[in-house]
């Protein structure tokens, strides 16, 4: 891969696509392209094909995605499912066609079984029931995987998947109705210190254990998989390290300065108890996360004040 090769980034506006674009930049790839969803619909096979022919990408990542929590996957199966089957079918089949060199797709933990043994590794795929809550989006998500999988068998391709845990930082979603949890308890705790420091009420028991990586070491990733020929089909991406929500919540409370209650909502759902990835694939290879937690949170808390009138919040929407 030379830096004027083209790359199409889907999906560059996003959180991932657009720490994707900077990690490229940064290591002086300048050949690179993107189009929002407005000015390209890719779940518009014709549209796609013209783009791909006017463009002929030498590369390709699919960080576009129609994304959302439990909310919106539950209000809106059809087009978790749909939408996300048209977007990655489309870049997917018509890359093949155009010859395109190498490709990657961008899944999720939640493709993985509801219990699956923890750290998730990638051989659990398809070896028991879905988390039945985003089972749409999870379906169209292992088709993706699979897809490439066909492709590297069949054409002999340099087509490979990553598997990113819980993502958080530079232009994330920091809706209260419809964002992660990470950005959810940042606006909270910012929004409670700036009332003089008034409680702040979370969801649970704060028991259960995740994992957080920094959206910047998770482009390092896929800037490390466009530049390496990885052996194996699918690799996850994370720190391997969990935290209780408890202690993410002290965390976030203590990098914004916010001196109040902490309440505990019992009567909400914990969700899993336990949501780890085994990262050790991807590190044997060569790659390593880099921005430790608190670090990410206090660049994360930065940006979000500095762009607070900007910030993206992404609406329930069909
Ligand atoms: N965020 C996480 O914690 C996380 C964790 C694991 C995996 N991932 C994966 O990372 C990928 C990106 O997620 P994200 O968090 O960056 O989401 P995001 O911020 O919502 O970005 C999604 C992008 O997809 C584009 N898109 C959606 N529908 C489209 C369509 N019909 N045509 C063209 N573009 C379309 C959007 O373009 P416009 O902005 O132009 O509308 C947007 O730029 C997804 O595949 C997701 O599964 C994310």
């Known amino acids: 891969m030379n830096r004027s090769s083209k790359i199409y980034i889907a999906g560059h506006k996003g959180m991932v696509g657009s720490a994707i674009w900077r990690a490229l930049q940064n290591k002086g790839y300048n050949n690179l392209i993107g ?23 030498e590369v390709v990542i699919d960080a576009a995605a129609r994304v959302g929590g439990i909310l919106a996957n539950n209000n809106y199966p059809y087009q978790f499912l749909m939408d996300n089957l048209f977007i990655q079918n489309n870049l997917i089949d018509i890359s093949l066609k155009f010859e395109v060199k190498k490709f990657i797709f961008l899944g999720s933990s939640c493709i993985y079984p509801k219990f699956a043994s ?45 598997m990113p845990t819980n993502l958080y930082g530079i232009n994330d979603n920091f809706d209260l109705e419809t964002s992660h949890v990470l950005p959810a308890m940042l606006r909270k705790f910012h929004e409670a210190k700036k009332k003089g420091n ?3 009420t979370l969801w649970g028991s704060g028991t259960p254990l995740r994992e957080f990586l920094f959206v910047d070491d998770m482009a390092k990733a896929v800037v490390f998989a466009l530049e390496n020929k990885l052996p194996e089909y699918l690799y996850n991406v994370g720190t391997g390290v969990d935290l209780t929500i408890k202690e993410l919540a002290e ?19 914990d969700g899993t108890p336990r949501k780890l990835m085994d990262v050790s694939r991807l590190n044997s290879m060569g790659w390593k996360h880099e921005v430790q937690l608190e670090e990410g949170i206090a660049i994360t808390y930065d ?14 929407q069909e």
């Open 303 to 316: 940006w979000f004040k500095q762009n607070i009138e900007n910030i993206k919040q992404v609406k329930l």
């Open 35 to 57: 189009r929002t969803s407005k000015e390209l619909d890719l779940r518009n096979q014709d549209s796609v094909i013209q783009f791909f022919k006017s463009e002929k990408p």
């Open 198 to 200: 008034s409680p702040v």
């Open 118 to 162: 923890q750290p998730l590794k990638e051989e659990y795929l398809l070896t028991d029931l879905l988390e039945p809550t985003n089972e749409w989006y999870a379906i169209a998500k292992i088709t993706g995987v699979k897809a490439c999988e066909a492709i590297r068998k069949q054409f002999e391709k340099d087509y490979v998947s990553l």
């Open 251 to 269: 965390t976030i409370q203590k990098t914004v300065g916010h001196l109040g209650e902490i309440i505990w909502d019992k009567s909400k759902p």
